[in-house]
């Protein structure tokens, strides 16, 4: 009922940008917090940021003041501006939102399937 599609991901030298977005699709009445999280290899998910509808965002401390997440309700999407991107920043990246489909529905978490950013020389 709902998907969710990554881009932006790709191959970065170290101290480089990239841009993730991730827009929602299908049946949609209000979408709560949007977030990205990310998976190295071998490692467990972990939450890299989060923002919520109204209100301030949140980061994980490795990434603060290198990283920004933003929303744009109108379209359904989150994006994560990544800079001074770091080797141990590498990892699949999923963005993740709480979506409720209908009055009467309660809210959802709803994944994207993940895009791979690899920051190597």
């Known amino acids: 009922q709902v998907q969710l599609v990554e881009s932006g991901g790709g191959l970065v030298q170290p101290g480089g940008s990239l841009r993730l977005s991730c827009v929602a699709s299908?049946?949609?009445?209000?979408?709560?917090?949007m977030g990205w999280y990310r998976q190295a290899r071998g490692k467990q998910r972990e939450l890299v940021a989060r923002?919520?509808?109204?209100?301030?965002?949140n980061y994980v401390d490795s990434v603060k003041g290198r990283f920004t997440i933003s929303r744009d309700n109108a379209k359904n999407t989150v994006y994560l501006q990544m800079n001074s991107l770091k080797p141990e920043d590498t990892a699949v990246y999923f963005c993740?939102?709480?979506?409720?489909?209908?009055?009467?529905?309660?809210?959802?978490?709803?994944w994207g399937q993940g895009t791979q950013v690899t920051v190597s020389s």
């Open positions: 923002i919520p509808r109204g209100g301030a965002a």
């Open positions: 993740n939102m709480g979506v409720v489909i209908s009055t009467g529905y309660s809210l959802r978490d709803y």
């Open positions: 299908g049946r949609i009445f209000r979408i709560g917090n």
